[in-house]
């Protein structure tokens, strides 16, 4: 597959638009049949109306992407701006599906039973969480007040069923996509034969109305997009920045307990994606006194997402231990909700009730943040599409830009990367590097921080 990646961060998006077509006119000498656009919160808003210009330019030809916090490219290396990514491949059978129904389970269930792939690679887009309108979110607030209301002096079976439901909402507004849950399904439906890669969006300044995902020149905010790949010998590559897991629960808890820093253990409380209690405290109460954070209030927090200037941190990090795979899971704490509970994006109803607050010491492992590019199969100038945990932006600042130079030694000019939350992927037996401790489901990988992943085409 060959490619060109034009770029564009001009103030009005119209004029990032039309810059972005007018170097496709003197750069571009084929006709795409593939588009990738990705554009960071600079044009939030106006994604529709980039995405209509594009359309006119290039017609019918598939097109996914997502809003994103940067990209890595021949050229450069941007955390504010827009990319679009030209594509052809004759030997390739390329579509791009899309579906945004009324929860977000159902979404992945309706796309899942249009996608069809025999062989070669899934790609899929869907929000970690997307965050809705003004009104939408206060409404949020009030069920996360009220299911967190009735869980005070509640038994624990109250309490779980209290979190269940809340965890529903979620769901049915289409609010939090579990990436293990989701790649399953699309696992099903190919046989578990396919690998399939979840682009992950989600953004570390958190506004209203997003996420965007893009299918086929059409916003569909919080929906998600399947990209298909049909073709042989395409090599897909996931990999992360920690050790393997053990044989069993107990031998990985030694391997994470020497990894991280451990700040105190608890008893954990919770159903499927909503954390209820740690030694029988709110969440975000029994971290307190440990890594002084500041409750927010739910004003405070709407102003703050009405103005894209709230960040979402995560210097410390609750550890889980699953249960069945022996894997491991970590998620950032802090006071992101105005409420007890604490929901995120990760069903941990595998996982074991011991759960410790940790952080980690990352400062050796720059290199490992791109550690798939490091598993390349072929040296013909393939197009290399990779993905790059955003965290990296937190932990190293500026240093970050020498993977300019360091992708590019390494690929040449036939490649695209993407800033942001980390990818998922579910990986078929035979085509795993190792032992990931991320493992999440058989044979489904994905962790909070840390992972990258890249499909050689």
């Given amino acids: 597959m060959k490619s060109i990646t034009l770029f564009s961060n001009k103030k009005d998006y119209k004029q990032a638009a039309g810059d972005i077509i007018e170097q496709a006119h003197s750069r571009v000498d084929f006709e795409p049949d593939l ?40 050229d450069d290396i941007h955390t504010d701006g827009a990319a679009l990514v030209l594509c052809k491949d ?44 003004a009104l939408k979110s206060a409404e949020t607030f009030a069920k ?50 396919i690998p399939i890669i979840g682009i992950n969006a989600m953004h570390t300044q958190v506004r209203f109305n997003s996420p965007s995902i893009f299918c086929n020149f059409e916003d569909i905010g919080g929906g998600i997009a399947a990209l298909v790949v049909e073709k042989e010998n395409i090599n897909t590559v996931y990999d992360d920045i920690f050790p393997d897991k053990g044989k069993t629960m107990e031998e990985t808890k030694n391997i994470v307990h020497s990894e991280f820093k451990v700040i105190k253990e608890f008893k954990a409380n919770f159903e499927k994606n909503v954390l209820i209690s740690l030694d029988n405290l709110p969440p975000v109460k029994a971290v307190n006194n440990l890594i002084y954070v ?8 709407l102003g703050h997402l009405g ?53 980690e010491l990352i400062d050796d492992k720059f290199d490992g943040f791109i550690s798939c590019l490091n598993n390349l199969k ?57 032992n990931y401790l991320s493992e999440s489901f058989n044979n489904t990988f994905f962790m909070s921080a840390g992972a990258n992943a890249c499909i050689e085409i």
């Fill in 144 to 193: 996360g007040f009220y299911y967190s209301k009735r869980c005070k002096g509640a038994n624990q079976e109250k309490q779980k069923e209290c979190a269940g439901k809340l965890a529903d909402y979620f769901d049915k507004e289409n609010i939090f996509y579990l990436p293990p849950t989701i790649l399953n399904i699309f696992a099903k439906h190919t046989d578990y034969k």
């Fill in 35 to 74: 588009a990738l656009f990705y554009a960071t919160l600079k044009y939030n808003g106006k994604y529709q109306s980039m995405l209509d210009i594009f359309h006119e330019e290039y017609g019918d030809i598939p097109q996914i992407g997502a809003s994103v916090d940067g990209m890595i490219y021949p």
């Fill in 378 to 434: 072929f040296n013909d100038n393939r197009f290399v599409y990779f993905l790059v945990d955003v965290g990296v932006i937190g932990a190293f600042g500026k240093k970050v830009f020498e993977y300019k130079d360091k992708v590019r030694k390494k690929l040449g000019k036939n490649y695209f990367g993407i800033l942001s939350p980390n990818p998922s992927m579910y990986i078929p037996p035979g085509l795993q590097l190792r």
């Fill in 294 to 301: 500041a409750a927010g209030k739910k004003e405070e927090l």
């Fill in 90 to 133: 004759d030997e390739a059978r390329i579509r791009v599906e899309g579906a945004k129904e009324k929860g977000s389970m159902k979404s992945a269930e309706k796309l899942a039973k249009k996608v069809k792939c025999e062989k070669g690679v899934i790609v899929l887009h869907f929000p970690l969480v997307h965050v809705p309108d």
């Fill in 307 to 359: 103005k894209g200037d709230y960040e979402v941190p995560m210097p410390y990090e609750l550890l889980f231990l699953n249960k069945k795979t022996s894997g491991a899971f970590i998620i950032g704490i802090g006071s992101y909700y105005p409420f007890d509970l604490f929901p995120f994006f990760m069903d941990v109803s595998d996982y074991s009730e011991d759960v410790a607050l940790v952080y």
